[in-house]
């Protein structure tokens, strides 16, 4: 834990620290308060939200839920009114899912217009050049959650395109570069969690300056469900053993495990 703290004491930004901690921090436990006390009166409103902005993605993932298509309809309207209301409920993290959030041309000047709000993004990293991640250092108010799915070839084969991984760690370098708080996920699936769940993938990370860490296990759901990439039964108890003993010998960043429980078109996290 003083690796951690040391880490995100010199290696961040310490405005972006700053934002991070008010605002998504003590603000965000406000909001959670202020969840119970609506749910208290019968008023049914989540504390944080999850949005989507465009239905557009350059990657056409094996298993992907969310059926995103090649051209989209953009929805600006989207992050307008549920960052309009978020502030008015006490609401102040927002995370993106579905498309690929950078493919829309105006998404950081929309979320300018949010600045007392905490944006996390749910991106493949492909779009972020040197130049988005100056401008999301300089908003402050964002946290790009990068998806790594494999070594060269699994995520090739795993995201439908070729070069996948290598546009990835381009796109999470260029936010290191300019002290973006970084994070890296994962949905673990047969093909990748014998090479990402491990302290040698997680000791990579922390080398290179990713903070944060997001493994979640990819259930069979949506139309385009691919059963045999679901991990074996072994998964439950022998995943969460090996994510413990991850954390506990590399404790240099944070470390999220998450379980996407199974629906039909749509997906809810939560704790493992």
């Not at 960052?83 to 899912?97: C, F, I, K």
Request: with cysteine; aromatic share 8%.
């Amino acid at each position: 834990m003083l690796r951690l703290t040391r880490r995100i004491l010199f290696e961040t930004d310490k405005r972006l620290l700053w934002k991070l901690a008010w605002t998504m921090g003590w603000k965000g436990m406000l909001s959670v308060q202020k969840h119970k006390a609506r749910l208290r009166k019968g008023e049914v409103f989540p504390p944080f939200l999850y949005v989507s902005i465009i239905n557009s993605c350059n990657l056409r993932c094996q298993g992907c839920w969310s059926m995103c298509r090649e051209a989209g309809a953009d929805r600006a309207v989207c992050v307008s009114s549920d960052g309009a209301r978020s502030q008015r409920d006490g609401q102040r993290l927002l995370r993106h899912r579905r498309g690929e959030p950078f493919m829309h041309p105006d998404l950081l000047d929309m979320l300018a217009e949010h600045p007392d709000c905490y944006f996390q993004i749910f991106t493949n990293g492909h779009f972020i050049t040197d130049e988005k991640a100056k401008r999301m250092r300089q908003l402050g108010n964002i946290t790009p959650l990068i998806s790594v799915e494999g070594t060269e070839i699994v995520s090739d084969e795993r995201r439908g395109r070729s070069g996948v991984l290598s546009k990835s760690l381009e796109g999470i370098r260029n936010c290191l570069a300019n002290r973006v708080f970084t994070g890296v996920c994962t949905s673990l699936c047969q093909t990748n969690i014998d090479d990402l769940l491990t302290e040698t993938w997680i000791d990579r990370l922390i080398d290179m300056g990713v903070m944060y860490t997001w493994f979640h296990v990819y259930r069979p759901m949506g139309r385009r469900h691919v059963p045999t990439c679901a991990c074996r039964p072994r998964s439950s108890f022998a995943l969460a053993a090996s994510w413990s003993r991850c954390v506990l010998k590399s404790p240099s960043s944070l470390s999220m495990p998450t379980s996407t429980a199974k629906a039909r078109h749509s997906a809810r996290p939560r704790r493992a």
